[in-house]
């Protein structure tokens, strides 16, 4: 019913910087959230950033907040990821996802009900 599709992944050099899109067939609710995560190969899924559909509240890894930055383009069904100053350590399949229901915990990926493929984003030092 909800289908997500990323793009905007690729290869870039240390200190360079992507943008990622997440296309939504159908918007959630306009509280239910829209997740960044990423997983690198042999480590957890994990929360990188997150919005909802309508309000101005975002919400990011303490880690990545400075150099990530998420937005929405409610017309366009398209949430984005602003990705700058990349580090080798960001390199990960980047995944979107939205909560099918309300959740005020926007960090936990078992709270997302659907998911993109992903996309590849590789950082070379």
């Known amino acids: 019913q909800v289908q997500l599709v990323e793009s905007g992944g690729g290869l870039v050099q240390a200190g360079g910087s992507l943008r990622l899109s997440c296309v939504v067939s159908?918007?959630?609710?306009?509280?239910?959230?829209m997740g960044w995560f990423r997983q690198a190969p042999g480590k957890e899924r994990e929360f990188v950033a997150a919005?909802?559909?309508?309000?101005?509240?975002?919400y990011y890894e303490d880690s990545l907040k400075g150099r990530f930055t998420i937005s929405r383009d409610n017309a366009k069904n398209t949430v984005y990821l602003q990705m700058n100053s990349l580090k080798p350590e960001d390199t990960a399949v980047y995944y979107c996802?939205?909560?099918?229901?309300?959740?005020?915990?926007?960090?936990?990926?078992?709270?997302?009900?659907?998911w993109g493929q992903g996309t590849q984003v590789t950082v070379s030092s």
């Open positions: 996802a939205a909560q099918k229901v309300y959740y005020a915990n926007t960090y936990s990926p078992s709270l997302y009900d659907y």
């Open positions: 159908a918007r959630t609710f306009s509280n239910n959230a």
């Open positions: 919005i909802r559909w309508s309000g101005s509240r975002t």
